[in-house]
């Protein structure tokens, strides 16, 4: 169980132009979900955090107009990249959280590799 | 502030042997989490273990072993005969209560050798 899908796997895109990457959890539903970023060799960053039905929650330094969050669904969060140019390229990789009244468990997506030519 | 600290950078092994991968937190919390992570060439993070700070005993799982020390902060985790697919970057984290944030290490990789 706890599966979490994210889509597309890789990404490449020409500078201008807007990315869209999905992540779904597939077998539970999730209030709470969180985008990271990844630099080669490095550890993840996170970007924001995601709550169903409302706005997204983003880290300090993280523009909030580039980087366009939608929760719409428990089972679904959009990370947008809008007008993508060179240093946007990244590895960014969604959790999804399971909750329960024990723990609080992140899953983790198989990422999404952006490449902005 | 929450720090984690995975001073091992790369870790070389022969099949076989054992492993162990050293995960030092700071917090002021009384209240936290740690987790380990992989992350497996494909790319996706692989959920291990979560522990709480109330809980100190050693858990084991298979081949995996965590060491959680209070005393030290420390969480190590010790891969016991290591095969070719333990190959992976290990994150430890920590999150604090009250909040859902995961703070990562810096991230070991970990190159078993057959």
């Known amino acids: 169980g706890a599966v979490v899908s994210q889509h597309p796997s890789r990404v490449i895109c020409k500078s201008g132009t807007s990315v869209k990457i999905e992540c779904r959890s597939l077998?539970?539903?999730?209030?709470?979900m969180f985008w990271y970023r990844q630099f080669p060799k490095q550890s993840l960053m996170l970007m924001a955090t995601?709550?169903?039905?409302?706005?997204?929650?983003?880290e300090q330094g993280v523009e909030k107009d580039k980087f366009l969050i939608n929760h719409a669904s428990l089972t679904l969060s959009t990370l947008t990249v809008t007008s993508a140019h060179p240093e946007d390229s990244s590895f960014y990789i969604c959790?999804?959280?399971?909750?329960?009244?024990?723990?609080?468990?992140?899953?983790f997506g198989a990422g999404t590799r952006l490449s902005v030519l | 502030a929450q720090k984690v600290t995975q001073a091992q950078t790369e870790i070389s092994v022969v099949e076989k042997e054992d492993v162990t991968l050293d995960c030092v937190y700071e917090?002021?919390?009384?209240?936290?989490?740690l987790f380990w992570y992989k992350q497996p060439p494909s790319g996706e993070l692989v959920f291990l273990i979560r522990?709480?700070?109330?809980?100190?005993q050693n858990e084991i799982s298979g081949r995996y072993s965590w060491n959680f020390q209070k005393s030290t902060s420390s969480f190590n985790f010790t891969i016991t005969a290591s095969q070719v697919v333990d190959s992976a970057v290990y994150f430890c984290?920590?999150?604090?209560?009250?909040?859902?944030?995961?703070?990562f290490g810096t991230g070991t990789r970990l190159q078993v050798f057959p």
């Open positions: 959790s999804a959280q399971l909750t329960s009244a024990t723990k609080n468990i992140q899953y």
């Open positions: 077998d539970f539903q999730a209030t709470t």
């Open positions: 995601s709550n169903e039905g409302s706005k997204a929650t983003y």
């Open positions: 917090t002021r919390d009384t209240t936290y989490y």
């Open positions: 522990r709480n700070s109330f809980d100190e």
């Open positions: 984290a920590l999150s604090e209560a009250g909040t859902d944030k995961l703070i």
